[in-house]
């Protein structure tokens, strides 16, 4: 049990306040069979939150336990909401930070959609570092201006000169986040002052929201924007910009290395506030987890099909931790790659919404908000007219 906070290295014992076991250990490799999906290898999460700097994580995780490969499936950039929100971050940072002509680099870069349109926008020149990278993506034409490395970012990648270093969605599936983000530090700082932006998910949503489909065994380290900007800070990085983006759902941090120590950022909530948040889901995630569980299983009982849309781990956390099996008649995704795979623990197999015309749906249940239009507009095209609610 990692009972020393990774954060700031604390080392009281922490409070614990959710549990989750037996959940499985990845959520978005595809599965090629249902034999495999049920047995998928599981493993135990049990948060824990650090009163010292607000840190949250998983003191059961084991990070030898994680396999990422190019059949690790993140991407979401089928999703038109998705692609207009991920352009609009590329034009402000192109902006913002001056980068044309410049060289680049994405740490954890998946199969290298925004790195490409960040080198495509700006002309600039990039590299994208993830194991789960998969050259026949995309076109010959669209590679000329960034190269890939199918490995996990190490010692040997901060001698890369570069401009810019950012890195989405990454820094939570890290447990030794202080150690990750020092070595982020060296490299920024031998780059010449290197700008460094992250984008993670915001912990304060979930605690507020009883999230408990967005608490899963992958992400082991959740943050908020206060935690965020203390690690930073406590690294000698000065924060640029600290906020929230995607419906709020994300934290974005810019910074850069300090000349003199790092003054907190205005957006970074009081220690106080956030030991309340974790107080407050502690005293209602019983009545969540109890809403959803009654929602879908009264459906089934009245002989109602219900869909889940999205099969990411959103999906994988909700479907596991409530146990339903055939009480969910369908697990829809908008990706073609997914389609035909089955989900690890329940085993549902993904289908593809045009699968609905046949099987049509009496409820479906969207697995995020931020897509509820776009779900709606889908369904109706297919003049689909089921209740939708999103989670
Ligand atoms: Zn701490």
Known sequence: MRTNCPNCGATETPELFYEHLNLPIHSCLLVATVDEAVNFPTGDLRLAYCRFCGFIWNVDFQPELMRYSAAYEETQVFSAHFREFQSALVNRWVDRYGLRNRQVLEIGCGKGDFLLELCERGHNIGLGIDPSYRPDRHEPKALQRAVFATELYNEAHTDQKCDFICCRHTLEHICDVREFMKLVQRHTDGAGHAIVAFELPDVERVLTEQAFWDIYYEHCSYFSLGSLGRLFRSINLEILDLYKE????????????????????????????????????????????????????????????????????????????????????????????KHGKFLAGTGHQIVSPQSLRTDRPDVVIAMNPAYLQEIRNDLLQMDIHASVVAL
């Open 246 to 337: 995607f419906d709020e759902q994300y934290l974005i941090v810019e910074a850069q290395p300090a000349k003199a120590t790092p003054r907190p950022h205005a957006a970074e909530e009081a220690l106080e506030q956030l030991a309340s948040t974790v107080q407050e889901f502690k005293s209602s995630i019983t009545s969540r987890l109890d809403h959803w569980n009654r929602y879908v299983r009264e459906h089934h009982a009245a002989g109602r099909r219900v869909a889940v849309w999205g099969s990411g781990s959103k999906a994988v956390a909700f479907l596991n931790r409530l146990d339903l099996r055939k009480e969910v008649a369908a697990v829809i995704d908008i990706n073609p790659h």
